[in-house]
């Protein structure tokens, strides 16, 4: 490993989304820190992330593990220059009313929500310490509105814009950066399983060049693909007895 090249650690990069990101940054002056569950696809990741140059280390620690998740941040060489929080899950509810698994919400909550801010606590007084780096929180349109097929997607992700949005300005002062990814449908496993119609579906490449992009220039907000960012950010505006119905109009509503 370079004895200080750019260290980018990524969660979630067995997913499309984490996995594109970690193509785009490996680069020979870049050490790579991969976790994911699937170590068959880690490895192969990383075999991808080395022919490009970058060293690689992978994690499959439990991330729902407190103790061993916070030994894993702790033994890192030196704080990361840049951390990418993909890790995610959705389950939907499809269309009927029988509403969400109280398990299944709870774990979604976790993973999507404290997990997440943990690891950004834990990262941050470092990072503050040295005067540079950046975090990097995956949120989703879905936070503009909430819509009746997946409550707790919807309020993991409104959770999570509101505290990256929020960390951005207590973090600034100190050199360390907060971006806050809104993306629409990206092609992936958890794009298929997710109920009701996915308008402007674009490819884990593009939305992994958009997140890029954004995140070099230290945007407080990645949002796209724009018609959709617009529609749901009108969704947010208007009054709420509108939305609801434009919600329901567009397939997100459960049976009457
Ligand atoms: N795809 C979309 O349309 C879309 C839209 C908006 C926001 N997002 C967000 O983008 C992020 C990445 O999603 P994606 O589209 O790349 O989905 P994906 O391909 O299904 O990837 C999900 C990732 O999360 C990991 N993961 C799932 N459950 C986990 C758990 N319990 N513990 C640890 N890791 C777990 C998976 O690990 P394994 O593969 O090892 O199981 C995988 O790396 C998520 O936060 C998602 O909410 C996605």
């Known amino acids: 490993m370079p004895a200080q090249g750019r260290l980018i650690l990524i969660t979630g990069a067995t997913g499309a989304i984490g996995g ?4 785009r940054y490996a680069a020979a002056d870049t050490e790579l820190v991969l976790h994911g569950r699937r170590l068959e696809v880690l490895e192969a ?3 991808e992330c080395q022919a490009k140059g970058a060293s690689v280390s992978l994690s499959q620690v439990a991330l729902d593990d407190d103790p061993a998740r916070e030994a894993w941040l702790d033994a890192l060489p030196r704080p990361p220059d840049l951390v990418l929080l993909c890790a995610g899950m959705n389950h939907g509810v499809t269309h009927a009313r029988d509403g969400e698994d ?23 007084p470092a990072m503050q310490a040295r005067g540079s780096g950046q975090l990097v929180f995956i949120s989703s349109l879905a936070a503009w509105f909430g819509l ?5 997607y919807s309020a993991s992700k409104a959770g999570i814009k509101a505290y990256g949005e929020a960390l951005r300005g207590l ?11 809104m993306p ?11 109920p009701g119609p996915k308008p402007f579906l674009v490819g884990p490449e593009r939305a992994a060049k958009r997140i890029q992009a954004g995140v070099a220039a230290n945007r407080a907000r990645v949002s796209f693909p724009w018609p959709l960012a617009l529609g749901t950010q009108c969704l947010a505006l208007l009054p709420a007895c509108l939305s609801e119905r434009l919600v329901r109009w567009s397939g997100y509503g459960v049976e009457p």
Do not use: F, K, W
């Not at 594109?20 to 193509?23: I, K, M, N, S, T």
């Open 171 to 181: 973090l600034a002062a100190d050199g360390v950066g907060v971006t806050v990814v």
């Open 45 to 47: 990741l990383a075999q």
């Open 148 to 152: 009746p097929v997946t409550p707790s």
């Open 20 to 23: 594109e990101l970690a193509r």
């Open 184 to 194: 629409g449908y990206v092609e992936s496993s958890m794009a298929r399983a997710m």
């Open 102 to 124: 109280g398990v299944q919400a709870r774990a979604l909550l976790e993973l999507n929500l404290r997990i997440p801010i943990d690891m950004a606590r834990h990262l941050a």
